[in-house]
């Protein structure tokens, strides 16, 4: 019977071996779809933008929830792909 992971290391999919899920994040970062991006350059702002670039949505940076950035990202990816 083969061991479970140790619990630092990246979990592969079985589908695709190659795949990591989770990984070396930072627990502190959200986990955002393929191509989205958090700009913190504004220290009061944080800007959720899409893979083309434009933004998503604004946060402070004082009351953002990582939970609320996620949730933005993954309505706002899955209305794009819905409508591509």
């Known amino acids: 019977m083969k061991e479970p992971p140790e ?6 999919s079985p589908a695709n071996p190659m795949r990591l899920i989770g990984g070396a994040k930072s627990p502190d970062e959200p986990r955002l779809p393929p191509g989205y991006a958090l700009d913190r ?16 949505a604004r946060f402070s940076a004082r009351g ?3 939970e609320a950035i ?3 990202a993954r309505t706002h990816h899955g209305e794009r792909n819905r409508s591509a």
């Open 7 to 12: 619990r630092d290391e990246p979990v592969r």
């Open 41 to 56: 350059s504004d220290p009061d702002v944080l800007v959720l933008l899409c893979p083309h670039g434009t933004v998503v």
């Open 64 to 66: 953002a929830t990582l």
């Open 70 to 72: 996620e949730r933005e």
